[in-house]
């Protein structure tokens, strides 16, 4: 049914852990303190597809943000999917790797996925945000200059830091940098477990 071994780990008993473990008040603090750091950068943003939007809650900080916004999720985990609709977002039961963008909308987003996604689909994905996007693409993972592997709770190759952005704007010479930002896992207010963000715009 997938055709790597990551998009079976995620569909799977460890997706249920991750559903677990990331819900709360305190995640959706964090992310409107990020989000809106991002959206007083952009303008005229009225639609979201977040790719691998698990249940909601990037999207449910952006519904408070851009109240009236049309919000799209694609999420593989069943569960998760179910949860993404229950929440009244608009949702694609499937992996990255199948998707095809049916519109395009005014941002595209994808926070904490990529580094999960095999290093030989990234090409493809890459392609997909940029397809799905008419103006903006934010980008918030981990990041490293270098492509590196590290263990992630006791496996091992489902964890991958490189310079998503970079690549990306290598890939697509329509691709403009906007801005960026580091968010601290330490940080005394707003935890965001390390998280870089790159806001890119079509040119």
């Given at each position: 049914?997938?055709?790597?071994?990551?998009e079976?780990?995620?569909?799977?008993?460890?997706?249920?852990?991750?559903?677990?473990?990331?819900?709360?008040?305190?995640?959706?603090?964090?992310?409107?303190?990020?989000?809106?750091?991002?959206?007083?950068?952009?303008q005229?943003?009225?639609?979201?597809?977040?790719?691998?939007?698990?249940?909601?809650?990037?999207?449910?900080?952006?519904?408070l943000?851009?109240p009236?916004?049309?919000?799209?999720?694609?999420?593989?985990?069943?569960?998760?999917?179910?949860?993404?609709?229950?929440?009244?977002?608009?949702?694609y039961?499937?992996?990255?790797?199948?998707?095809?963008?049916?519109?395009?909308?005014?941002?595209?987003l994808?926070?904490?996925?990529?580094?999960?996604?095999?290093?030989?689909?990234?090409?493809?994905?890459y392609?997909?945000?940029?397809?799905?996007?008419?103006?903006?693409?934010?980008?918030?993972?981990?990041?490293?200059?270098?492509?590196?592997?590290?263990?992630?709770?006791?496996?091992d190759?489902?964890?991958?830091?490189?310079?998503?952005?970079?690549?990306m704007?290598?890939?697509f010479?329509?691709?403009?940098?906007?801005?960026?930002?580091f968010?601290?896992?330490?940080?005394?207010?707003f935890?965001q477990?390390?998280?870089?963000?790159?806001?890119?715009?079509?040119?």
């Open positions: 049914m997938y055709k790597t071994e990551q079976k780990f995620w569909a799977g008993e460890f997706g249920d852990e991750y559903i677990a473990r990331n819900q709360g008040a305190s995640i959706l603090a964090g992310n409107l303190h990020l989000f809106s750091k991002v959206l007083a950068r952009t005229g943003v009225k639609s979201v597809l977040e790719f691998g939007a698990n249940i909601g809650n990037n999207l449910m900080a952006l519904r943000l851009l009236g916004a049309e919000l799209s999720g694609i999420e593989i985990h069943q569960t998760a999917f179910d949860m993404l609709t229950k929440n009244q977002f608009k949702g039961h499937e992996s990255l790797l199948t998707f095809q963008p049916d519109y395009t909308r005014d941002m595209v994808i926070k904490g996925v990529l580094i999960h996604i095999n290093p030989d689909e990234l090409p493809n994905v392609e997909k945000l940029y397809q799905s996007s008419h103006r903006y693409i934010l980008v918030a993972e981990y990041y490293n200059p270098t492509p590196v592997a590290i263990p992630y709770r006791g496996h190759d489902r964890l991958f830091k490189r310079d998503f952005a970079g690549e704007l290598e890939r010479n329509g691709l403009q940098l906007v801005d960026y930002g968010s601290y896992r330490k940080d005394v207010n935890p477990d390390d998280i870089t963000w790159f806001l890119l715009e079509k040119k």
